[in-house]
Structure formats: structure tokens, C-alpha cells
């Protein structure tokens, strides 16, 4: 590591720490929830850091899954302390936020990034995974669509939502489990390349430094937690808003800042991993597990959600495709995903 980047790393331990201490020594709700926001950025920055050294030795699908893995870590724990919390609608509402926030907004802002850094104006990057991954999106779709019908048609199995919700859980991780096993075993460790700059950092460092960030991203989303009700109701927003736009952003610092950073520096295959993992995971593997634990707690998610984020969902699965499925994407489709993500905050905001 450089000694820049070892001043940064201590930053980021300091903010964490300090997030720590506003936590427990009962600071103002505002100042925890400013510091824990910092501290997810920073911790960010490390996870972006340790997935590069990583990706240095292996190919842009084995790093995009286990920076994905380890970045929706925070989002996890959001979810389980806001169960705990009897926070029900900010539970659901974040999941769906991070689905939007990844595949919109996130997915935009890489693409407007990666194509200014092309020669040709257009970010150009492996077909598979973009398709495999509207695949994905579009699966978990497909339940929530037939719920929403369901329970709008009033029909017989509009009264077992939560048996539905379970047997469509276990049935699309097994479906993402198929995908992930198969994905990863066509992606073999690189090769040296001539003229390029090797690992900076030891392969044991890069790991630790992962789990490292991932344990600190949970902790400090716990204290998010937290300071976001106090937060909200000093704020006077509305918790459609504060789940699909704050929390979202928020849990997913990780990919906010590592899929651009990977964009600007060119690594159009590695940024577009990291990012549509993120998508497949939450949609196939994320909302299910959460659907199964939530089994534990006194209000259990479902797939049932409002009708508004049903259409936003379904879209957001058929917009990904439009723009990424070819493998090449220009700055204006990379704005129109950030515009569409836009509108749909704006949306929440008024709910």
C-alpha cells in the first residue's frame, strides 16, 4: 500500500470508531446518522481497494461476486435490525431500494463514467453477465407480479401469501445458486499481462482488508439503524423515502463508489460485474434468505409490495436489459437510468 492509501485506511478506522462512540454515548440523532453515513463511504473506499487487489489475480466474475457478497453485507443487517425494530415497511422498502439504487442509479452513473473514459463514447463489456442478470431480475419479477395479482384479484391463494413467499424464496436461491456455481467456473484466474502493474498488497492482506470492511459496513449500518428514526421523524420524511432512497444508498456505499471507480479507470468488464451482481444478488439471493429468516420474527417479509413499486420493479428488469443486454452501452442510456431512478425517488418522497 502507498502511504496515501495507508492514511486513507486510517481515516476510514477513525470515522468508523467515532461512529461507534456517537452510537453508544447517545449523541444527537442527526450527528450519529451524519458520522455512520461518512463511515459507510469510507469503509466503501476499503472494500473498492481490497476488490482491486483481488481482481488483480482472478477474472471480473469471481472479484464481482465476492465484492457483491461482502458489499451487501451492510444491507443484511439493515434489514434485520429494522425487523427487530418493528420497522416492517423500512424493511422492505430497502431491499427494493437497493435493487433500484443498483440497477438505476448506480448502474447509470457507471455506465455515463465508463463510456466518457472509452475512445468511441461507448462502454463496451461482456454480454453474459447483463443478461444473466435480467434473468435473475426478471424471476424474482415474476413472483412479486403474481402475488400483487393475486392479492388484487382477491383469489383463493391470495389468503397464503406467506406459504407463497417461502416456497418462491427456496425456489429462487436454488435458481441463483444454479446460476452462481456455473457463472464462477467460467471464470479462471488471469493471467500476467505484459506491462501491467501487479497486487500491491499480498493476496491474505486484500482478503482480511474484505472481511475486515464487509464486519465494519454491518456494524455501522446497526448504528444507522438506529439514528434513522429520530432521523426521520425530525426530518419529516415519509419511510417509503427514507427505505427506498436513503437506506438504499446508504447499504450500498460499496458498490456506489467501487463500480465507478473501476469504470474511470477502464476496467469496463470488472465495474459492470460488480454493479450486476449486486442486482442478482439482492433480487435472487438477498430478498429470499430475508423472506426465510424473517420467518423468525413476530411480522415476517413477503413478496407482497405496493402495486407502484410492482410496475417500478418490472420495468427496472426491462430497462436493464434494453440498455446492457447487447454488451455495449452509451452515456445518454447510463443518464436515462439515472433519470428514471430520479423520478421514482421523487415518487416516494410524496408518499
Not at 304 to 314: H, Q, T
Not at 327 to 340: D, P, T, Y
Request: glycine fraction near 8%; proline fraction near 3%.
Amino acid at each position: 500500500m502507498t502511504s496515501r492509501e495507508r492514511l486513507i485506511a486510517g481515516l476510514v478506522a477513525v470515522v468508523t470508531i467515532a461512529a461507534g462512540v456517537a452510537h453508544y454515548a447517545d449523541a444527537p440523532a442527526l450527528l450519529a446518522f451524519a458520522i455512520a453515513t461518512i463511515a459507510l463511504a469510507g469503509l466503501a473506499w476499503l472494500v473498492s481497494f481490497a476488490t482491486e487487489q483481488v481482481g488483480e489475480r482472478f477474472g471480473p466474475g469471481v472479484t464481482g461476486v465476492l465484492q457483491s457478497t461482502l458489499g451487501n453485507l451492510p444491507e443484511l443487517f439493515v434489514v434485520l435490525f429494522a425487523l427487530g425494530a418493528g420497522e416492517t415497511v423500512v424493511a422492505q422498502t430497502s431491499i427494493l431500494g437497493s435493487i433500484f439504487a443498483n440497477a438505476l442509479l448506480v448502474l447509470g452513473i457507471v455506465i455515463v463514467v465508463g463510456a466518457r473514459e472509452a475512445d468511441d463514447v461507448c462502454m463496451r463489456f461482456s454480454r453474459r453477465l447483463p443478461n444473466d442478470t435480467a434473468t435473475l431480475l426478471l424471476a424474482c419479477s415474476f413472483v412479486i407480479v403474481v402475488v400483487a395479482i393475486s392479492l388484487a384479484s382477491e383469489d383463493r391463494a391470495s389468503h397464503h401469501v406467506q406459504a407463497i413467499s417461502s416456497i418462491a424464496a427456496v425456489v429462487l436461491l436454488g435458481v441463483y445458486l444454479v446460476w452462481v456455481v456455473g457463472y464462477l467456473r467460467g471464470d479462471l484466474p488471469r493471467e500476467a499481462e505484459p506491462g501491467r502493474a501487479g497486487p500491491r498488497v499480498p493476496f491474505s492482506v486484500a482478503a482480511v482488508l474484505l472481511g475486515v470492511a464487509g464486519v465494519g459496513a454491518a456494524l455501522v449500518s446497526d448504528w444507522f439503524v438506529a439514528a434513522l428514526r429520530p432521523t426521520i421523524d425530525q426530518l419529516g420524511i415519509s419511510e417509503a423515502f427514507a427505505g427506498l432512497v436513503i437506506v438504499a444508498i446508504a447499504g450500498n456505499a460499496v458498490e456506489n463508489a467501487t463500480g465507478v471507480i473501476l469504470a474511470r479507470k477502464g476496467e469496463a468488464d470488472l465495474a459492470i460485474s460488480v454493479v450486476k451482481n449486486s442486482v442478482a444478488q439482492i433480487a435472487a439471493f438477498l430478498f429470499p434468505v430475508l423472506v426465510v429468516i424473517s420467518l423468525l420474527f413476530a411480522t415476517p417479509l413477503t413478496f407482497a409490495i405496493a402495486p407502484v413499486y410492482v410496475g417500478a420493479l418490472l420495468v427496472t428488469a426491462l430497462a436493464v436489459w434494453q440498455v446492457t443486454g447487447d454488451g455495449e452501452a452509451a452515456a445518454f442510456e447510463g443518464w436515462a437510468l439515472i433519470g428514471i431512478y430520479v423520478v421514482l425517488a421523487a415518487l416516494t418522497l410524496y408518499e
